[in-house]
Structures are given as structure tokens and as C-alpha cells.
């Protein structure tokens, strides 16, 4: 069976892209550098892996195999959960605030693992509104996005200082969860198989319109950087909305094919294996976050070839 290999290595570029973004990659050199990245480019790389596995959802839901998929995201998860228990896992004392937070990371995820569980929630609300006609499915997709676009500036901004809404609006997993950033690009990436929109899509028209979601991108991202009243970083932009689909869409539309899944499992294994990497090397290291992210990015391939052996054996871990 023949792959899309120009997705596998948009996939490795993604993966890059996260170790990046949680190592504060330019943070030494700029601010403004390491803000236009960490917090602006940077930030396509997950709603692109969501984009790119709602687009394979859509054959897996038309053979009714749904609940495969399922158990297979969720034994991944489990797994990588396990893995890292080390970091978010202790014997819980009484205290409703040491008990809520365990359920939290258990329902949420550790650190980057809330990508997975928010790609889980994902396809169980697409599969309870898929029913819906055309024009209601896609309008579920743009509200959810909207409200966690608007939660995540109003907190940015905290337009509600003081108050209960100012500080939940300031939790990252109040607007970067399933409902409001995870559902929104996978459904996106299943409306894109379904209509066969990357085939009626040129090549040249992706790579416009690539190139001005990019400039949005920048824009929206710099705007924010200089802005007094502004605290905190962004996982939901506007412009990532309009970008990331037809990032997908051109490389999709560049379709380099092969039939190796190493570079695929490199991906995977990278994005799984870096947040382990990172601790370690800043708890034995000095390394600044330049370095620290190209060291992290080597270290996590060697580290991958080791998990794509141990995958051939053990076939959950990827």
C-alpha cells in the first residue's frame, strides 16, 4: 500500500516544531524571535496533527471501524499516561485539591499527552453530530472554535480581571481541550477527505493561500507580542483556523509516494518520547533553549529508534 510520504515528513517537521515550542527555542537571542516561533509558528504543529488524523478518521468511519480506532488511541494513551506517571502521579492524600488535581492529569493528560486525549473527545463528538446536515456539522466546528478563541484572548487580555472568569479563562485546559480546539481541526480534516476538497484544490491556490495564512499567522502572533496588557502565550489563534487546514491540503496536494512508515514512527516517537528527553536534560545540563532544542530533537531520534524496535514487539507504544 502506497503513502502519502510528503505527509510523513510534514508530520517530522510537526514533531520538530514541538520540541521547539516546550524547549522556548530563540529565548536566549529575541523575544520578539522566540515569540514569532515558540508562540506563533510553532503553534500549527498540533492542530495540524489534528487535521491530518481527522482526514484518516474519515475512511475509518465509513468501514465502521470507529471503535478500533478507539481502543487503539485510547491503549496509546494509557500506555504514554503510564510512562510519565513518574512526573504527575503520587498517592493522594484527602485533600479535595490534591484529589481533583490527579483526576485532572487522568482526564486531561500529562503535559503534552493532553493531545491525545483531546483527539479521543474529538471523535466521540464528531461521531455523536455526524448525523447532522452539512451546514449544522460545520457550524458546531466553527462555534467551538470561536468560543475557544474568544476564551483564550479574554484571558490573554484579562478582560474579566478579578473575577472567577479571569482565572478560569487563564487555565490552559479550560480553551485548549476537546470541545474547543481539538474537535474543531479534526472535524476540519474529516470534512476535507469527505469532500474530496484537497483534490478540487490546486496546487498553486494551496500555496497562496499557505503563504497568506502564514503572513496571518505572523501578523496575529506579533500583534499580540507587542501588546502591554497581554500576558501569557496562545494555542488558539484565529489565523491557525484558516492556516493549518491548507497546510495539510499542500502537502496532500505534493503527494511524494512511498511505502515505508519509518519517517511516520520517527514522528510519533519524537513527539511521545521529547517532554522525557527535555527533563532529562535540563535536570543534567546547563544547555540555553536553542541548543537545548536541537540536542533535545537528536536525542529523541536515537531514542526513537530504540522505541520503533521495541514497537515491532510490543505494538501499542506507537
Not at 453530530?129 to 466553527?142: A, D, G, P, Q, Y
Request: net charge positive; glycine share 4%; charged share 15%.
Amino acid at each position: 500500500m502506497h503513502r502519502n510520504i510528503s505527509l510523513d515528513v510534514l508530520k517530522l517537521f510537526m514533531a520538530f516544531m514541538v520540541v521547539g515550542l516546550h524547549a522556548e527555542f530563540l529565548s536566549e537571542y529575541s523575544s520578539l524571535g522566540s515569540y514569532l516561533s515558540v508562540n506563533g509558528l510553532f503553534r500549527i504543529a498540533v492542530p495540524v496533527f489534528l487535521v491530518i488524523n481527522g482526514f484518516y478518521f474519515y475512511p475509518v468511519l465509513a468501514r465502521n471501524f470507529q471503535i478500533d480506532w478507539l481502543k487503539r488511541v485510547f491503549v496509546l494513551y494509557v500506555f504514554w499516561m503510564l510512562f510519565y506517571s513518574y512526573f504527575w502521579f503520587s498517592v493522594p492524600n484527602l485533600s479535595f485539591t490534591v484529589i481533583a488535581k490527579l483526576v485532572r492529569n487522568i482526564v486531561i493528560g500529562y503535559h503534552h499527552l493532553w493531545y491525545l486525549s483531546g483527539m479521543l473527545g474529538a471523535a466521540v463528538l464528531l461521531l455523536i453530530f455526524k448525523r447532522l446536515s452539512s451546514f449544522l456539522f460545520i457550524s458546531t466546528v466553527l462555534v467551538s472554535a470561536t468560543i475557544g478563541i474568544a476564551i483564550q484572548y479574554l484571558g490573554n487580555y484579562h478582560y474579566f480581571e478579578s473575577s472567577i472568569l479571569d482565572k478560569l479563562f487563564n487555565i490552559n485546559w479550560f480553551h485548549r481541550n476537546a470541545l474547543l480546539f481539538s474537535y474543531p481541526f479534526f472535524c476540519i480534516g474529516y470534512l476535507i477527505n469527505k469532500h474530496s476538497i484537497h483534490e478540487r484544490l490546486s496546487l498553486t491556490r494551496a500555496v497562496v493561500i499557505t503563504a497568506i495564512g502564514s503572513i496571518l499567522l505572523l501578523f496575529e502572533s506579533s500583534f499580540n507580542f507587542y501588546q502591554k496588557n497581554r500576558e501569557g502565550g496562545f494555542d488558539n489563534y484565529l489565523s491557525l483556523l484558516f492556516l493549518c487546514p491548507f497546510i495539510f491540503i499542500l502537502f496532500a496536494k505534493i503527494d511524494i509516494k512511498g511505502k515505508s512508515k519509518n519517517i511516520a514512527l520517527y514522528s510519533s516517537a519524537i513527539f511521545f518520547i521529547h517532554s522525557f528527553i527535555l527533563s532529562m536534560l535540563r535536570k543534567f545540563s546547563d544547555l540555553e533553549p536553542t541548543m537545548l532544542t536541537f540536542s533535545c530533537i537528536l536525542f529523541s531520534i536515537v531514542a526513537s529508534y530504540f522505541i520503533i524496535e521495541a514497537n515491532k514487539r510490543v505494538r501499542f507504544i506507537l
